[in-house]
């Protein structure tokens, strides 16, 4: 059985990135930046704006009243100049007109038949934002390397850039096997469930930033499951099976990697998912995740989710990790590293965790209302209540 580290390294070895894709800015949340940065091709902001609405006018004038001659609007047209004793209205947003270098607030300044007071002397470009502000015109602006962001968007629609290069989202290819699986909405017969693992692992692979395609599910034969495989791997840069993994008389999944392609390694010493399988047809990866829910999910947030992030120039697995304390024993494999589904918060002391509930691999509901993985060693049989564990965010902290 391989450690958890081992077989992370052995599924990140040799991955291939994806090649790039243009998309247009309201399609690139979550996506990828192609490139390390963008060159700005004119000034953030364009021209010196004020930051309120006031009066434009010159320092030098002290504290003098001035003769107002005119307006500047946000979108307006050219205000006139501002000569020595004269000013000129204006709103945020609004260009600064010639000759001005300062902006005094409307609550600063009362205006009266024409004529601008001041209440104090202004200091030397007050309010005025300057163009280039925020980014200079020809300045390499670095995109990070992380799933773009609103403001990242933002940003480069203020630079002007309607769209950008994006690493193209790898095609996931999931297949659940096992002939008691149905399809949500079906009626279910003797001994049937419904097929959870391909929902729950479509949405594990959007959110790691691949498109997921749910392939018609296999029933426990070795020729289905080959069938489903082989023409999986023509569009697929990662074939993920669920069920049929292990060593039941029933379980073919590796079988047919072996026979197909190779295998690599098909046991873990993790919990939840000792089984799983991992391989190659061609050139494309494929993993065999345990059938039981929690097992699948767990595994794939620990072994594909960091695939498909290398596979788009990312690295790790992108989760926040804290230290959290554990007041209760919660028992578990001591072969395995265990990933136990807790609920952090964060209190006075630091942060804390409690279990969300049954540590079982068939166990949802726990894993739902889970936030993080309290990742227990191996070497030990429980948790050691009142020490600190290593805790994998999974989303936001209560
Ligand atoms: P297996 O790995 O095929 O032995 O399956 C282990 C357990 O997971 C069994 O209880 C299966 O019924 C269950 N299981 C397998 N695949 C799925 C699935 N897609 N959705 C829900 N449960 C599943
Ligand atoms: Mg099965």
């Known amino acids: 059985m391989l450690t958890v580290d081992e077989a992370l390294a052995r599924l990140l070895e040799g991955l291939r990135e994806t090649d790039s894709e243009r998309v247009q800015l309201a399609d690139a949340l979550g996506r990828v930046p192609a490139t390390p940065d963008l060159v700005a091709a004119l000034d953030v902001p364009p021209f010196a704006n004020s930051a309120m609405d006031g009066f434009a006018l010159r320092f030098a004038d002290g504290d003098a009243p001035r003769q107002v001659v005119g307006e500047s609007r946000a979108g307006g047209p050219p205000a006139p100049s501002v000569e020595a004793g004269t000013a000129v209205r204006i709103m945020t947003g609004a260009p600064v007109p010639d000759g001005a270098d300062t902006i005094v607030p409307i609550e600063d300044a009362s205006e009266r038949d024409g004529v601008v007071n001041v209440a104090a002397a202004p200091s030397l470009g007050m309010h005025v934002r300057a163009a280039g502000l925020d980014v200079c015109r020809g300045d390499a602006v670095p995109l990070p390397r992380v799933p773009l962001t ?4 933002g940003l480069l629609a203020a630079m002007g850039h309607a769209d950008l290069d994006v690493r193209r989202r790898p095609h996931v290819a999931i297949l659940s096997t096992g002939d008691e699986l149905r399809d949500v909405g079906a009626s279910l017969g003797y001994g049937q469930i419904y097929d959870a693992n391909a929902p729950a692992l479509a949405a594990a692979v959007s959110e790691a930033g691949g498109l997921p395609r749910i392939l018609e599910r296999a029933p426990d034969e070795p020729d289905a499951i080959e069938a489903a495989l082989r023409s999986a791997v023509e569009s697929a840069d990662l074939l993920i099976a669920s069920g049929g993994v292990s060593v039941g008389e029933h379980d073919h999944v590796r079988g047919v990697i072996e026979g197909l392609g190779s295998l690599d390694f098909w046991r873990i010493a993790v919990q939840p998912g000792k089984p799983l399988a991992f391989g190659r047809i061609g050139e494309v990866p494929v ?10 999910l767990v595994t794939f947030e620990l072994f594909v989710r960091p695939m498909l992030r290398a596979m788009l120039c990312l690295s790790g697995d992108g989760r926040i990790r804290v230290t959290a304390r554990i007041s ?68 936001g902290i209560a």
């Open 328 to 395: 209760e024993a919660i028992g578990k494999d001591p072969d395995r590293r265990a990933y136990l589904r807790v609920r952090v918060d964060c209190a006075a002391e630091g942060y804390r965790a409690t279990s969300a509930g049954g540590q079982g691999s068939v166990q949802l509901l726990p894993l739902a209302s889970a936030n993080a993985l309290l990742v227990v060693p191996e070497g030990v049989p429980a948790t050691e209540p009142g020490a600190a564990y290593e805790a994998i965010l999974l989303g």
């Open 287 to 296: 993993v065999g995740l345990p059938g039981n829910p929690v097992s699948a």
């Open 150 to 153: 609103p403001s990242t968007i």
